[in-house]
């Protein structure tokens, strides 16, 4: 009964208060209140395991230390996540949720679906940009992307509206290379399993996960990887262009766009309309678990990658991606969906 | 060479010291404890487990989180046969073909023998699948490499011609039915060009249907319909037990079939080490060979060898579905997607490592897996006198307790309120399915295969174009598939023939209600041959070709049915029978079961799942079972708590949102079940 008055209070509170509440009040939310941590994708799946690392520590920062519970919501994507935090989950900060950084991508492609304005979310911190880069066996016999402007390469695909497949046709159409793309593989390691058996030649890959999953591909220099699609470089691929370095100059605002579409990375949101002070100490909590060393420790162990990019870096991407030249998004979208 | 083999022995004896180590030997057991628990509850089962237990194991070394996890998996396939046997419905997507000889023996009174048989085979199975992984270490990678995907094609391609066998002497109803399920198989967005395929703008339908919730539908609502229906007080009659002695006999009708459990269990490991290819399945396709081989069989009616076949595969798959996830990390089924999160967690990577320095991780999967099944079977057998009883309890409390966990099971699937109007379709298709004598299992297979194929085939032609046809493997296998079907095919149209001889006039009758499905799946089939016509040709390929199998096959047997024809009606065998339309009022009571059945998904969306669960057992108990208070309330109290302590404390589900909890926000708030 107490917990419900506690409750009650807080919500007239939240509701009340506007950006003027004090950091009591948040103390005493989140001391009488579960925070709940929505997880775009499976139970077993790289957010949810992102979730379960920093769960701990998050609890540690967060005043009030509450009770975290992390909820697997796979669907649609991640729009199935995305929606839900948007519409349907409490707008008092007891909700909140990693999502999937085609968040804004999706709202500019106009995806059937989107059911969100990606400029209402109040962004947390996202950990984890997700570059994606292609790349080819050794055996294959391929040692630059050049190459594959004169000669066929086969790829491997889960398919046509992944990134397995979307910045090869991106390529095919802007620098004229000739990627074959097979679709139809179930995962990514089913393509790195075609790969290995010499089926195809190589794959559009996320870097962090091929470094996660074959380790010795890297270890070996079996695997070779021709380009990157992030905006800088990767600290572990210096020697490895980017494309928006290897367009001429009139195609880079594609490959600008692209890059900066999955710039946001895997991005802790909440739901819009949570009050101002709890959106802060969410904030402040999430910043300092990416800076604790024992967390920084442990995210090396599971592959996670603990830099972060603040909520003000991540507004300002959001809003870029939605807004950026229709021309070019509608060049990109057709790229993308028919050669 | 030798100084290998000797590393291998090394690291296999180190690794059963290890997994005997007693601080670790109690999460095994613990994991087979907390297996048998969710194997027996129809609609829980292995992926939930593991989700559940994936985030506790970040703490526990890396052992003792496999003991955990592979003990809890292996051990859901030894006591998923409990509720297929005494009740009818599977205790997990593996279990559905058990039911068929399973099921008719507990109601012929031979509960135990049919226990024992199944144990006895899910622990023989499961024993060979992890001989097998063992065995193949050596060679693993290479096995792996070999296999392209045009061979992979021909294997599930083999699978689904055993559809000819599961359709029990009904060819056309089978391929139809394989027909739908490949065509169900297609809903969601096509990954390959990004169409959606049937989901009618709805987000739930994106990710297509989970074949858990498609196993649910077909055998489990029907099953408990007919038994509300037939009027019985019980499943089966008074005195059934399951006692030592009959257990035994069970057990030793396994040993007189070795060869046969031996094939099925290869059967089982060599298809489960196909990625994709899992529990929902295997189990039919080795029903499905032993229906081929056995000799004098009498499958459906409680022939103990349909048992040994499906359990013994399904048991040995757990073995076969480790063998590309350790090998190169691709998850060999849906359970094993978990295990790989536990082994990134533990910064364990699949792959070449996994056979040389890290030998003692893969032995201790081994040991696991062994030592799971028969710790697993062992209390089985000691427990199962106790499950026997459920044959025995009242309907009035059976079907409230069983038809809740199936709607709380179901929603596990997605968590979303598709997963119940999903639930509830297959239901109602099973049933009619069921009525009108079309096989089940048909449907099952193309679900599961349908998919596969569509995938490989596109892979196969884009990457070798039509050269694949000709690699050897992949040629021999599909000729065995084609002469397969047009074996069945010829049979089929023997009998037709030898029957017309006899038949001296033709006449055409009106269409009745046997026609039901028959006219029901002809339109289905129309209507989504018209409505893939806009897609691009990759997407629509597939579901055309489909429906135009599943059209003709439809109509033709319309024809026959039409015709008065006895031909394709006789079925027999277990897998489509209409079972006791005869008992007095039995359309009326279906009635009734279904009205309940719907009273519940309103009383969810009003109140809340649990809340409507609680009110339905009490209500139903009350009203149907004329059951004495002091009794209801115990049992539906004790549910709730028991409910609400599981999915709430420590499943943490995301209930579906209700109107109480719309209305009343600060109540759901307080309660968080609303």
């Given at each position: 009964?107490?917990?419900?008055?506690?409750l009650?209070?807080?919500?007239?509170?939240?509701g009340?208060?506007?950006?003027?509440?004090?950091?009591?009040?948040?103390?005493?939310?989140?001391?009488?209140?579960?925070?709940?941590?929505i997880?775009?994708?499976?139970?077993?799946?790289?957010?949810?395991?992102?979730?379960?690392?920093?769960?701990?520590?998050?609890?540690?920062?967060?005043?009030?230390?509450?009770?975290?519970?992390?909820?697997?919501?796979?669907?649609?994507?991640?729009?199935?996540?995305?929606?839900?935090?948007?519409?349907?989950?409490?707008?008092?900060?007891?909700?909140?949720?990693?999502?999937?950084?085609?968040?804004?991508?999706?709202?500019?492609?106009k995806?059937d679906?989107?059911?969100?304005?990606?400029k209402?979310?109040?962004?947390?911190?996202s950990?984890?940009?997700?570059?994606?880069?292609?790349?080819?066996?050794?055996?294959?016999?391929?040692?630059?992307?050049k190459?594959?402007?004169?000669?066929?390469?086969?790829?491997?695909?889960?398919?046509?509206?992944?990134?397995?497949?979307?910045v090869?046709?991106?390529?095919?159409?802007?620098?004229?290379?000739?990627?074959?793309?097979?679709?139809?593989?179930?995962?990514?390691?089913?393509?790195?399993?075609?790969?290995?058996?010499?089926?195809?030649?190589?794959?559009?890959?996320?870097?962090?996960?091929?470094?996660?999953?074959?380790?010795?591909?890297?270890?070996?220099?079996?695997?070779?990887?021709?380009?990157?699609?992030?905006?800088?470089?990767?600290?572990?691929?210096?020697?490895?262009?980017?494309?928006?370095?290897?367009?001429?100059?009139?195609?880079?605002?594609?490959?600008?766009?692209?890059?900066?579409?999955?710039?946001?990375?895997?991005?802790?949101?909440?739901?819009?309309?949570?009050?101002?002070d709890?959106?802060?100490?969410?904030?402040?909590?999430?910043?300092?678990?990416?800076?604790?060393?024992?967390?920084?420790?442990?995210?090396?162990?599971?592959?996670?990658?603990?830099?972060?990019?603040?909520?003000?870096?991540?507004?300002?991407?959001?809003?870029?991606?939605?807004?950026?030249?229709?021309?070019?998004?509608?060049?990109?979208?057709?790229?993308?969906?028919?050669? | 060479?030798?100084?290998?083999?000797?590393?291998?022995?090394?690291?296999?004896?180190?690794?059963l010291?290890?997994?005997?180590?007693?601080?670790?030997?109690?999460?095994?057991?613990?994991?087979?404890?907390?297996?048998?628990?969710?194997?027996?509850?129809?609609?829980?089962?292995?992926?939930?487990?593991?989700?559940?237990?994936?985030?506790?194991?970040?703490?526990?070394?890396?052992?003792?989180?496999?003991?955990?996890?592979?003990?809890?998996?292996?051990?859901?396939?030894?006591?998923d046969?409990?509720?297929?046997?005494?009740?009818?419905?599977?205790?997990?997507?593996?279990?559905?073909?058990?039911?068929?000889?399973?099921?008719?023996?507990a109601?012929?009174?031979?509960?135990?023998?049919?226990?024992?048989?199944?144990?006895?085979?899910?622990?023989?199975?499961?024993?060979?699948?992890?001989?097998?992984?063992?065995?193949?270490?050596?060679?693993?990678?290479?096995?792996?490499?070999?296999?392209?995907?045009?061979?992979?094609?021909?294997?599930?391609?083999?699978?689904l011609?055993?559809?000819?066998?599961?359709?029990?002497?009904?060819?056309?109803?089978?391929?139809?039915?394989?027909?739908?399920?490949?065509?169900?198989?297609?809903?969601?967005?096509?990954?390959?060009t990004?169409?959606?395929?049937?989901?009618?703008?709805?987000?739930?339908?994106w990710?297509?249907?989970?074949?858990?919730?498609?196993?649910?539908?077909?055998?489990a609502?029907?099953?408990?319909?007919?038994?509300?229906?037939?009027?019985?007080?019980?499943?089966?009659?008074?005195?059934?037990?399951?006692?030592?002695?009959?257990?035994?006999?069970?057990?030793?009708?396994?040993?007189?079939?070795?060869?046969?459990?031996l094939?099925?269990?290869?059967?089982?490991?060599?298809?489960?080490?196909?990625?994709?290819?899992?529990?929902?399945?295997?189990?039919?396709?080795?029903?499905?060979?032993?229906k081929?081989?056995?000799?004098?069989?009498?499958?459906?009616?409680?022939?103990?060898?349909?048992?040994?076949a499906?359990?013994s595969?399904?048991?040995?798959?757990?073995?076969?579905?480790?063998?590309?996830?350790?090998?190169?990390?691709?998850?060999?089924?849906?359970?094993?997607?978990?295990?790989?999160?536990?082994?990134l967690?533990?910064?364990?990577?699949?792959?070449?490592?996994?056979?040389?320095?890290?030998?003692?991780?893969?032995?201790?999967?081994?040991?696991?897996?062994?030592?799971?099944?028969?710790?697993?079977?062992?209390?089985?057998?000691?427990?199962?006198?106790?499950?026997?009883?459920?044959?025995?309890?009242?309907?009035g409390?059976?079907?409230?307790?069983?038809?809740?966990?199936?709607?709380?099971?179901?929603?596990?699937?997605?968590?979303?309120?598709?997963?119940?109007?999903?639930?509830?379709?297959?239901?109602?298709?099973?049933?009619?399915?069921?009525?009108?004598?079309?096989p089940?299992?048909?449907?099952?297979?193309?679900f599961?295969?349908?998919?596969?194929?569509?995938?490989?085939?596109?892979?196969?032609?884009?990457?070798?174009?039509?050269?694949?046809?000709?690699?050897?493997?992949?040629?021999?296998?599909?000729?065995?598939?084609?002469?397969?079907?047009?074996?069945?095919?010829?049979?089929?149209?023997?009998?037709?023939?030898?029957?017309?001889?006899?038949?001296?006039?033709?006449?055409?009758?009106?269409?009745?209600?046997?026609?039901?499905?028959t006219?029901?799946?002809?339109?289905?089939?129309?209507?989504?041959?018209?409505?893939?016509?806009?897609?691009?040709?990759?997407?629509?390929?597939?579901?055309?070709?489909?429906?135009?199998?599943?059209?003709?096959?439809?109509?033709?047997?319309?024809?026959?049915?039409?015709?008065?024809?006895?031909?394709?009606?006789?079925?027999?065998?277990?897998?489509?029978?209409?079972?006791?339309?005869?008992?007095?009022?039995?359309?009326?009571?279906?009635?009734?079961?279904?009205?309940?059945?719907?009273?519940?998904?309103?009383?969810?969306?009003?109140?809340?799942?649990l809340?409507?669960?609680?009110?339905?057992?009490?209500?139903?108990?009350?009203?149907?079972?004329?059951?004495?208070?002091?009794?209801?309330?115990?049992?539906?109290?004790?549910?709730?708590?028991?409910?609400?302590?599981?999915?709430?404390?420590?499943?943490?589900?995301?209930?579906?949102?209700?109107?109480?909890?719309?209305?009343?926000?600060?109540?759901?708030?307080?309660?968080?079940?609303?």
């Amino acid at each position: 009964m107490r917990k419900i008055a506690a409750l009650a209070a807080a919500l007239l509170v939240g509701g009340m208060a506007t950006g003027s509440a004090e950091a009591e009040d948040v103390k005493e939310f989140y001391s009488s209140n579960t925070l709940t941590l929505i997880t775009a994708g499976g139970a077993a799946g790289p957010y949810n395991i992102l979730a379960r690392t920093i769960e701990p520590y998050l609890r540690k920062y967060l005043p009030g230390n509450p009770n975290i519970i992390v909820q697997a919501m796979a669907g649609a994507g991640g729009l199935t996540a995305a929606n839900y935090l948007y519409a349907k989950a409490p707008k008092d900060g007891s909700v909140i949720g990693i999502t999937l950084p085609t968040l804004a991508l999706n709202q500019v492609f106009k995806v059937d679906g989107v059911a969100y304005d990606v400029k209402d979310f109040n962004f947390l911190l996202s950990v984890q940009q997700e570059p994606i880069v292609v790349g080819v066996s050794a055996k294959s016999g391929f040692n630059d992307w050049k190459q594959v402007v004169d000669k066929k390469a086969v790829l491997g695909s889960t398919g046509l509206t992944s990134n397995t497949s979307i910045v090869p046709k991106l390529m095919n159409k802007f620098l004229g290379t000739q990627f074959s793309v097979v679709t139809g593989y179930q995962g990514a390691g089913n393509i790195e399993l075609a790969v290995e058996r010499g089926e195809v030649d190589g794959m559009a890959a996320n870097w962090s996960g091929l470094k996660s999953s074959q380790p010795q591909w890297l270890k070996e220099g079996s695997f070779k990887v021709l380009v990157q699609s992030g905006l800088t470089p990767e600290a572990d691929l210096p020697n490895v262009p980017t494309l928006v370095d290897i367009a001429p100059q009139d195609k880079r605002p594609v490959f600008e766009f692209y890059g900066l579409s999955n710039a946001l990375g895997r991005v802790f949101v909440a739901p819009p309309g949570v009050p101002e002070d709890r959106v802060k100490a969410l904030r402040e909590a999430l910043l300092a678990v990416t800076k604790d060393p024992e967390f920084i420790k442990l995210a090396a162990e599971r592959d996670i990658d603990p830099h972060a990019v603040e909520h003000e870096d991540l507004e300002k991407l959001a809003a870029n991606t939605v807004n950026y030249d229709p021309a070019v998004v509608s060049i990109v979208r057709e790229a993308i969906g028919a050669e | 060479m030798e100084a290998a083999d000797f590393s291998i022995l090394g690291a296999a004896g180190h690794a059963l010291l290890v997994v005997f180590d007693p601080a670790r030997f109690i999460f095994l057991v613990v994991g087979v404890l907390f297996g048998l628990f969710l194997g027996v509850i129809p609609g829980l089962g292995g992926i939930l487990g593991l989700s559940l237990l994936l985030p506790f194991t970040f703490t526990m070394d890396p052992f003792a989180a496999i003991a955990i996890m592979l003990g809890l998996l292996a051990a859901t396939s030894c006591s998923d046969s409990i509720p297929s046997v005494l009740i009818g419905v599977p205790g997990t997507v593996g279990a559905a073909a058990t039911i068929l000889d399973g099921h008719p023996l507990a109601k012929q009174g031979k509960a135990g023998e049919a226990l024992g048989a199944s144990f006895f085979a899910s622990m023989s199975g499961g024993v060979i699948g992890a001989i097998c992984l063992a065995v193949s270490i050596p060679i693993m990678r290479p096995l792996v490499l070999a296999v392209g995907t045009p061979e992979l094609l021909a294997i599930c391609v083999l699978g689904l011609s055993l559809v000819a066998v599961l359709s029990s002497g009904m060819l056309l109803k089978g391929l139809a039915a394989a027909a739908l399920g490949i065509l169900i198989s297609t809903i969601g967005m096509d990954a390959n060009t990004g169409v959606m395929r049937w989901t009618f703008g709805n987000l739930y339908l994106w990710d297509g249907i989970e074949v858990v919730l498609v196993a649910l539908g077909l055998f489990a609502l029907p099953e408990l319909a007919d038994l509300f229906a037939s009027g019985a007080k019980q499943i089966a009659q008074e005195g059934t037990k399951a006692t030592r002695f009959a257990q035994i006999e069970g057990a030793r009708q396994v040993i007189r079939n070795k060869w046969l459990l031996l094939r099925s269990s290869l059967i089982g490991v060599s298809l489960s080490s196909v990625p994709g290819i899992g529990a929902a399945v295997i189990d039919w396709i080795a029903y499905a060979h032993a229906k081929r081989t056995v000799k004098n069989a009498d499958f459906g009616n409680g022939d103990v060898r349909g048992i040994i076949a499906a359990e013994s595969a399904n048991s040995a798959k757990d073995g076969g579905h480790m063998v590309p996830t350790i090998a190169f990390g691709v998850p060999g089924g849906p359970p094993m997607a978990l295990i790989l999160g536990a082994f990134l967690v533990h910064n364990i990577t699949p792959g070449p490592e996994m056979l040389s320095t890290r030998l003692d991780i893969t032995y201790s999967l081994v040991w696991t897996i062994a030592l799971a099944n028969v710790i697993g079977t062992a209390l089985c057998f000691l427990f199962a006198n106790q499950f026997a009883k459920l044959a025995m309890v009242r309907v009035g409390i059976i079907i409230p307790l069983i038809l809740s966990i199936i709607f709380i099971g179901a929603y596990q699937s997605n968590q979303e309120w598709g997963d119940f109007y999903t639930l509830a379709v297959f239901g109602v298709i099973g049933w009619v399915m069921k009525r009108s004598g079309w096989p089940r299992p048909p449907l099952i297979l193309g679900f599961v295969l349908g998919a596969l194929i569509e995938n490989y085939m596109f892979i196969s032609f884009e990457r070798y174009g039509t050269g694949w046809i000709f690699r050897p493997f992949v040629l021999i296998v599909l000729t065995v598939s084609v002469a397969g079907i047009l074996y069945a095919g010829w049979s089929a149209i023997k009998t037709a023939l030898a029957d017309r001889g006899e038949r001296a006039a033709v006449s055409f009758s009106m269409p009745k209600a046997k026609n039901l499905f028959t006219i029901l799946a002809l339109l289905v089939f129309v209507a989504a041959l018209i409505g893939s016509t806009s897609w691009p040709v990759r997407s629509q390929l597939i579901p055309q070709i489909i429906c135009w199998t599943g059209a003709i096959c439809c109509a033709l047997q319309l024809f026959m049915e039409l015709r008065g024809g006895a031909i394709q009606a006789a079925g027999h065998g277990g897998m489509a029978h209409g079972g006791e339309t005869n008992a007095p009022g039995f359309y009326r009571r279906t009635r009734t079961y279904a009205i309940w059945c719907a009273g519940l998904l309103a009383g969810i969306a009003m109140i809340g799942l649990l809340p409507a669960v609680f009110a339905f057992q009490i209500a139903f108990m009350r009203l149907v079972g004329k059951e004495r208070w002091s009794l209801i309330l115990p049992v539906s109290i004790g549910y709730a708590i028991f409910m609400y302590v599981l999915f709430q404390d420590v499943v943490h589900v995301h209930w579906p949102l209700s109107v109480v909890g719309d209305l009343v926000p600060w109540l759901r708030s307080a309660t968080r079940i609303l």
